[in-house]
């Protein structure tokens, strides 16, 4: 890269010194977490609904279950299979597992037997911790084709006592009906953790399956280093007051909650707010009862606040900082968004490959929208990270053209899981092959354009997804919008989007094209709109063109 524009980051002349300081993060953040127990031991650490640990709490709990999976015989390095929602047991989970010297693989509670399965056998997982009721329904019978041989399973009513009926409208699993060791009991039961088995930075400390939108799930192996790198970045990146509080938005089983949530307030000795699943009007009047400074998620869950009946501007009165990720985020919304309710969401640019963010956009800056293609920027890169933009042989374009965006920094993980064809092809010479398409400024902002197996072809000429969806959120009737090519005898292909409206909205889907038509070049717009009541979604919030493209396949259009 000698002599590259790239490599001679321009991106830092708009950061501050804070965030070019360099880093000397701890080796993990099981040895964050003993540091803040030692600092602040008495200062939440997790807010639950009406429950509250502190640090000193929670290091001793998350001791507890580590000495538990020990003495059930669970050796260092093995894997330890996470599947909760955003509850205290996951910490403990996660923290007590890293204390026992595993490799943790963060599982998606939504993910179905066969999508669960694959995983246990993929990552040859030794211990499995997930909710009782997942494991009476579903889980014990997967866990039985699989090299699974330790089960620990929690409620998560437990560690509080208000019983949400909108997020926790269960009952808890009769008492010895399971054949799993109970997590709660396990934490409380005053173990000590074994000695010898603290992480190193360079340990594998995730393996997250990257079920994203499309392909077989292959496992990024995250190293404690990676997590720190990136935690500590948005610890110092952010510009959060003194013991800060974090709301989890963004799920913890993902790279951004895990990373930007979880990591970067432990490393703060703040305070993280749990709300266990995402849902409209619990996370609002969590917003009023615990007063965050700091949230992520994606653009579609501020959609759905900006839509509930209750919101109000005060709401989000207590936020120093808003960042949106691992979802588009239109540009028309960032400005709805703030006229209605008062912060400015940041934007922000990551995959799992490269442990949630590459480029975010500083506190201290709004994001610029690229003139020519409407495109809002995801940020700028940090001090240690270069973003290049290549074309399809692999050599650098100008600033400004498109091609596709490859990352290197120490964030970027070593490869894939037992998988080192897959790890050549993404990660040449340790640097990431991200398959989005995008461009740089020569001030160094980054622009995503689409992802490359997204364009679609349409009588030859290249469409872009997001350039047609970002038109349809600036209509006052749409609240989530995706853009897919589907088959077209004349032109190949031809675009077609879904929509879904804002409560109590009313459109036409043939006027919906004629709005696109009026911002759009003609091979651009929609020549097929179809109204639903909501899009499919990942769990963390991002779109699934995937299924929108089988469903238009299956309706033979």
């Not at 993060?25 to 030692?38: E, F, I, K, T, Y």
């Not at 969401?345 to 020519?372: F, M, Q, W």
């Not at 042989?393 to 990352?407: D, M, S």
Request: with cysteine.
């Amino acid at each position: 890269m000698t002599g590259s524009p790239y490599a001679a980051k321009p991106w830092l002349g708009l950061l501050t010194d804070v965030q070019k300081a360099p880093l000397d993060p701890d080796a993990s953040l099981v040895h964050a977490l003993r540091r803040a127990a030692a600092e602040a031991p008495d200062r939440a650490f997790l807010a639950y609904f009406d429950g509250r640990l502190t640090y000193r709490e929670v290091d001793e709990l998350s001791d507890s279950v580590a000495g538990h999976l020990a003495a059930r015989g669970l050796e260092r390095g093995e894997r330890v299979a996470v599947l909760l929602q955003n509850s205290p047991h996951f910490v403990l989970a996660l923290l007590g597992a890293w204390k026992a010297g595993a490799v943790v693989v963060p599982v998606n509670p939504m993910y179905k037997s066969g999508e669960v399965g694959h995983v246990l056998r993929d990552g040859e997982v030794a211990a499995l911790i997930c909710s009782d009721r997942a494991w009476e329904s579903y889980l014990r019978e997967t866990a039985a084709d699989s090299p699974v041989r330790i089960a620990l399973t929690g409620c998560e009513l437990d560690f509080q006592t208000r019983g949400d009926a909108r997020v926790l409208a269960f009952e808890r699993v009769e008492p010895g009906a399971t054949d799993a060791d109970d997590l709660t009991e396990a934490a409380r039961a005053g173990h000590k953790a074994p000695r010898g088995r603290d992480p190193e930075p360079g340990d594998t400390a995730l393996i997250s399956y990257t079920s994203g939108t499309s392909g077989t799930p292959k496992g990024a192996t995250n190293t404690h280093r990676n997590i720190m790198y990136n935690a500590e970045r948005q610890r110092t990146g952010l510009g959060l007051p003194e013991e800060p509080v974090y709301f989890a938005l963004a799920p913890l089983f993902h790279i951004t909650g895990m990373v930007c949530e979880l990591g970067a307030c432990l490393n703060s000795v703040g305070t993280l707010v749990l709300a266990y699943r995402f849902e409209a009007g619990v996370v609002l009047d969590a917003f009023a009862e615990h007063r965050p400074h700091y949230t992520v998620g994606p653009s579609t869950a501020f959609m759905a606040l900006a839509a509930h009946p209750a919101v109000t501007r005060e709401h989000f009165a207590s936020f120093a900082n808003i960042s949106s990720g691992g979802a588009p985020l239109p540009p028309a919304l960032v400005e709805k968004f703030r006229a209605g309710f008062g912060p400015y969401i940041r934007n922000g640019y990551g995959l799992t490959e490269c442990t949630a963010p590459c480029a975010s956009v500083p506190p201290h800056l709004e994001a610029p929208v690229d003139p020519v293609s409407g495109t809002l920027a995801v940020g700028v890169p940090g001090p240690e990270t270069i973003v290049r933009v290549v074309d399809e042989q692999g050599a650098e374009v100008p600033f400004g053209e498109q091609g596709e965006i490859v990352v290197s920094g120490p964030q970027v993980v070593p490869g894939y899981w037992r998988r080192p064809d897959a790890t050549a092809e993404t990660f040449p010479g340790g640097e990431l092959r991200t398959g989005d398409i995008g461009f740089m400024d020569a001030q160094g902002w980054l622009y995503v354009v689409d992802r490359k197996k997204d364009m679609i072809n349409a009588s030859g000429f290249k469409v872009w997804p997001r350039e047609v969806e970002d038109v349809l959120y600036t209509h006052p009737a749409v609240r989530e919008a995706a853009v897919v090519g589907v088959p077209d005898g004349y032109r190949g292909e031809t675009v077609k989007a879904y929509i879904s409206l804002r409560p109590g909205a009313g459109a036409d889907p043939d006027a919906l094209a004629a709005y696109c038509e009026e911002r759009l070049a003609a091979y651009k717009y929609p020549r097929q709109v179809e109204i639903l009541p909501d899009l499919p979604k990942t769990a963390s919030g991002k779109i699934l063109r995937r299924e929108l493209r089988s469903r238009t396949h299956q309706d033979g259009q």
